[in-house]
């Protein structure tokens, strides 16, 4: 799955960000190549999640510098509709619309946003509800859905944006040991097509058999990284040891 | 060490305090958001005609002494109630309607003003709203009556403005003011993450209000707003103070064609508060429905 020479997709550089008094990232680098595959760990706190919500401007950064797809987030003429266009972004409680039945969650956005047909972006949804195996629960609503489903569905729509990269905040933390699960299949099925993932996860198993690289984030900056192997095995750093002797 | 019995113990025979948060007790079974609609609502059915009871019984307590009897005050108002059900009645359900139905449309843009991005329309809406909203209806409407010409030239062409129109503008202007709170209120209701996945799949702001926000406030709109079309049909008597031909004003001037007898009073008037309860009793019962239905959404 490693891609050596592909092209950096997503590149952030020394970036700082605060709310008020709080300084969130302090100075945080990391690079994302086509088709690679991220997770960012870390305890709670340490900036995770601020960290990818700044990849498709949820959140604003102070310094440093970040480019996603050839776009630069910190020109101040950045257009976040055409850069959200590109990187789509699953949450932790699944946010789906709860007015919409699944279907119209999935083709909502390609035929506002995209101004695509709707009975193409209908065929789209269906396949796409089939890939996150839920077929035959395209009509119902949110909340005749189970967590995992919800969730799933949440994937499916942001995969009908077809976007260059997808960003999973924590993703599986308000779900059960056995739907998490399902939910991880799914990602596994994204990352094996070739699809740029950056995940931010307490998933440690999900992280080392997927990941492309790892990163452990803690107060604010990236305390170490490397391949899932020479991470969990030769980890160096006393501060990630300690992390993950606690956790394994 | 002798142990100091504390001679009062806090939360049984003294006042308790603490800095912690406290859960209190959680009454859902007592809306707390519409005074007025869960006041009406929660009487019993019977209760208007307990309001009418007076009107009743008003001819057997009737005096020999008097040459205008109960009975000839009962008998008056059964001449006159045709009229002043016709006439005045429904004339107040004319402007209480005619109130809403502006109150609400530019309650809706005062609303949506007060969430804009736009400091200046923030300000501008959160001023208007605030202002009529906290200003006394009589006043408003006394300014209206006042301040609006008896008619305008609008090319040429003269148009009367007549006082029971002044009187809707007047009525819909505290309407307009809470109308805007219940929007801006529904709106910031809706959990952030609904704005913050709407915008992560690169929806602009006014789809996510319209297409995503709204469509989902906009059940929790309804019973707010119509506690407030209660409260304002209960507020169209004011108008009378204007000289607008309403209930109140006929009443007045059906008991002065009676010769003003003060036996005349007492059934006159609960006649009109008979036909307000029996109005705005369904309403609010309704409103009180509707509430619980939408209040166990998710």
Known sequence: MLKKNAETIVSIKDVHKSFGQLEVLKGVSLDVKKGEVICVIGPSGSGKSTLIRCINGLNDIQGGQINVCGIDLTDPKLDKLELRKRVGMVFQQYNLFPHKTALENIIMAPTLVLKQDKAASEKRAFELMQKVRLEGKEHAYPGELSGGQQQRVAIARSLAMNPDVMLFDEVTAALDPETVKEVLVTIKDLAQEGMTCILVTHEMGFAREVADHIYFTDNGVIVEHGSPKTFFNKAKDPRTKEFLSQIL | ?298
């Open chain 2, 1 to 298: 060490m002798a142990s100091k019995r504390p001679s009062t113990i806090p939360g049984i025979n003294r006042h308790g305090s603490t800095d912690l948060p406290v859960l209190k007790p959680f009454a859902p079974s007592q809306p707390i958001a519409f005074h007025t609609s869960a006041w009406l609502a929660n009487m019993p059915a019977w209760t208007g005609f307990v309001l009418l009871l007076p009107l009743m019984l008003w001819p057997f307590a009737s005096h020999a002494a008097g040459s205008f009897t109960m009975t000839d005050a009962f008998s008056a108002l059964i001449r006159w109630m045709p009229f002043l059900l016709k006439s005045g009645f429904l004339f107040n359900v004319i402007i209480s309607l005619f109130a809403m139905l502006i109150g609400t449309f530019l309650g809706i843009i005062l609303g949506l003003g007060q969430i804009s991005k736009n400091r200046f329309i923030k300000r501008i809406s959160w001023f208007f709203t605030q202002l009529f909203r906290n200003s006394p209806w009589l006043v408003l409407l006394f300014i209206v009556l006042l301040a609006f010409p008896f008619e305008v030239t609008i090319f040429g062409v003269i148009i009367p403005i007549p006082d029971w129109m002044k009187a809707v503008i007047g009525l819909s202007l505290p309407i307009m003011a809470n109308i805007s709170e219940i929007v801006r209120g529904a709106v910031l209701s809706v959990p952030t993450a609904q704005w913050e996945a709407a915008e992560s799949l690169a929806f602009s702001r006014q789809q996510i209000l319209w297409r995503i926000i709204l469509p989902q406030c906009f059940k929790r709109m309804i019973p707010p707003w119509m506690n407030w079309y209660a409260i304002l049909t209960m507020a169209t008597p004011l108008c009378s103070l204007l000289g607008v031909e309403e209930i109140i004003t006929l009443s007045r001037q059906a008991m002065e064609a009676e010769n003003n007898h003060p036996e005349l009073l007492v059934p006159f008037y609960s006649f009109a508060l008979g036909l307000f309860f029996f109005y705005c009793y369904p309403i609010a019962r309704v409103t009180m429905y509707l509430e619980r239905r939408y209040s166990v959404k998710i």
